[in-house]
């Protein structure tokens, strides 16, 4: 297995709950190192689509991770293949400080030994990453103690030192503030490019500064794609965003 | 202090009661109850790592103590009748011609020894992998672990012809050429015990200060983040169990030798759960908190069924009642509690300040 990033290729996948279609035969593919933003309704089935390449769900069709099938294959064993996700809502381990969430994060591979002996010195990729995230001076602070976008930080932190290739992060600055948005979205630009990167947001202002191509799903189906501007100008996003019909003159859409 | 330093002097403090203080000041039957204490903490220490750290509600550990015990009463019993003979209690109800192939190992005193410890957390890796596998877990796996314990008691009191039915493996009389009658060979019995239980409690700090405690706290409080680490949280979770359920083993081992018996109703439900519940008196997560918990309540235990027999059950209950619902952590709470008071009472505590600030506000 190469350690270069690879892309996301997802060929007609479909995921249904009881009947309810939730992700409709989707095809999408992301290039090595791209920054992708999955945009949409809500419901339009954006987090059960990475539920789905994470192995949280059962799903049919086809999703590869350069040459690896991720469908059909355990949670923990996608993440081995280098596959990383955040949630809505940060889920760090709370009681254990910074340090220790990143070192937890950081070993996956480690043999029982290691397992059963104390930490040492820090790991250094544990360390570059604490700088990089920007949290070396609260390396000893509880996680839960942490401010709501130094939380969203220190999850983008453990995906780095857990060594994910493909990140997908499920709205990363919901709830943060003008300036932990710009912090996030020049984190994820420096991260980006030896690794995949895949974004739900709803922030369209995060969107036009941070993302270089655009999904948009709209009940279960790829609506439209392209860049951010071949996005907006497309009649039938305006038409599930704005409601309005799509024969309408809609001259806007280029100003982005 | 460092922590280390806190640690060993701790330790020390620890071998100095257990070992000097308590058989200077006890009474020989005092020093067999503490004994019989010391096995109930060591079983707690284990509650404490499954369940305290592991966030694994072990509420079957009675399974276990039972295993060892009854593996170590096996080999007691047929030392004690000597070589070729059955124990008594078969002879008695005269059902059985020959001792049942499954007794004949324990008579190898290494094979008995070795299973106390091994049988219970053989047992106990079976279970966990099916079990965690399945991700079952919260009141699940605990009314799981009961019911176990439940089916043990019944499939021991069927078999009565060859486990001794209700009455258990009783009359113990030696300990490996050593007379149990002896006050003496009494006392080796409560050293062993004491030495094994500061034993596992240096071997249980190691593993909550590893990078396996870590993540064991990590698997109890956020399961599915850890998944997506690339962490089976099953195979982390079947450690702390398999290394409970060994020193629940070993607890019900020691425990024959020191009280000369191991019967159903030792570790049954209801024992099963008033381990659980020192440990919750103690404080589950803190590493002494599960020792001075259990021992504390089946001190207690034995002090009040003396002076009001039949309140005991609901004082107990009360007492579990309390702790959960006003002081989570237990007992070890305590001390950090009245830390952070003290902390907490002393910036307010400079009144020659407060009026200059008053004043300058007011100003």
């Given at each position: ?256 | ?131 965690f596998r399945r991700r079952v877990r919260g009141a699940y796996f605990a009314i799981l672990s009961q019911a176990l314990a439940a089916a043990m008691v019944i499939l021991l009191i069927g078999q009565q012809g060859t486990t001794g039915g209700t009455n258990g493996l009783t009359d113990i009389e030696g300990f490996f050429g050593y007379d149990l009658d002896d006050p003496v060979n009494q006392r080796m019995v409560y050293f ?172």
């Amino acid at each position: 297995m190469s350690e270069t990033a690879g892309g996301l290729r997802i060929r007609g996948l479909r995921v249904a709950f009881d009947g309810f279609v939730a992700v409709d035969g989707v095809d999408l593919d992301v290039a090595p190192g791209d920054i992708r933003f999955l945009i949409g309704p809500n419901g339009a089935g954006k987090t059960t689509l990475v539920d789905a390449v994470t192995g949280l769900v059962k799903a049919t069709g086809s999703a590869l991770f350069g040459e690896q099938e991720l469908l059909g294959r355990e949670v923990h064993r996608i993440a081995r293949l280098g596959v990383g996700r955040t949630f809505q809502t940060a889920a760090l381990f709370e009681e254990l400080t910074v340090l220790q969430n990143l070192d937890i994060a950081a070993g996956a591979g480690r043999s029982p030994w290691a397992m059963l002996r104390r930490r040492g010195a820090v790991p250094d990729d544990v360390a570059y990453t604490l700088e990089t995230i920007g949290l070396a001076d609260r390396r000893d602070a509880l996680a839960g103690t942490l401010a709501h976008g130094q939380k969203q930080w220190l999850e983008i932190g453990m995906l780095l030192v857990q060594n994910a290739r493909l990140l997908l992060l499920d709205e990363p600055v919901a709830g943060m503030s003008h300036e932990e948005r710009e912090a996030t979205g020049e984190l994820l630009g420096k991260v980006a490019g030896e690794r995949t990167v895949v974004v739900i947001e709803h922030d369209m202002d995060f969107l036009r500064r941070f993302a270089r191509t655009v999904t948009v799903l709209h009940a279960g189906k790829v609506l439209s794609e392209g860049t951010v501007a071949q996005v907006q100008a497309d009649p039938k996003v305006q038409e599930v965003y704005l409601g309005h019909a799509s024969d309408e003159p809609v001259a806007q859409g280029a100003e982005a | 202090m460092s922590p280390r330093v806190r640690a060993w002097l701790g330790f020390g403090l620890g071998a100095v009661v257990l070992f000097a203080a308590a058989p200077a000041l006890l009474t020989d039957f005092r020093l067999s109850l503490l004994a019989k204490y010391l096995c109930f903490a060591i079983v707690a220490v284990g509650i404490g790592l499954a369940w305290g750290r592991g966030g694994l509600l072990t509420l079957g550990q009675g399974v276990f103590f039972g295993l060892g015990g009854y593996a170590m009463a096996m080999h007691l019993k047929l030392a004690d009748a000597g070589e070729g003979d059955m124990p008594d209690f078969m002879q008695l109800y005269g059902q059985l011609d020959e001792l049942p192939a499954w007794w004949a190992p324990f008579a190898n005193p290494v094979f008995a020894l070795a299973a106390t410890v091994l049988l219970p957390m053989l047992v106990a890796f079976g279970l966990g992998s099916l079990v965690f596998r399945r991700r079952v877990r919260g009141a699940y796996f605990a009314i799981l672990s009961q019911a176990l314990a439940a089916a043990m008691v019944i499939l021991l009191i069927g078999q009565q012809g060859t486990t001794g039915g209700t009455n258990g493996l009783t009359d113990i009389e030696g300990f490996f050429g050593y007379d149990l009658d002896d006050p003496v060979n009494q006392r080796m019995v409560y050293f062993i015990i004491a030495g094994v239980l500061l034993a596992l409690l240096a071997l249980t700090r190691q593993l909550m200060h590893s990078r396996y405690g870590e993540l064991l706290v990590a698997v109890r409080d956020s399961e599915e983040r850890v998944r997506f680490l690339g962490y089976n949280p099953a195979n982390v979770k079947l450690v702390a169990y398999v290394v409970a359920a060994g020193m629940a083993g070993l607890a019900g081992a020691l425990f024959v030798p020191a009280v000369g018996i191991i019967s159903p109703a030792l570790i049954g439900i209801v024992p099963s759960i008033e381990f659980v519940i020192g440990v919750a008196v103690g404080g589950r997560a803190a590493l002494l908190g599960p020792v001075l918990g259990a021992v504390a309540v089946a001190w207690a235990k034995t002090a009040l069924s003396e002076r009001f027999p039949g309140t005991w059950t609901y004082l107990q209950g009360a007492m579990f009642v309390l702790v959960v619902a006003f002081l989570p952590g237990g007992l070890a709470s305590l001390w950090g509690l009245v830390k952070r008071r003290r902390e907490a009472a002393v910036p307010p505590a400079p009144p020659a300040e407060q009026p200059v600030l008053v004043k300058e506000a007011a100003a």
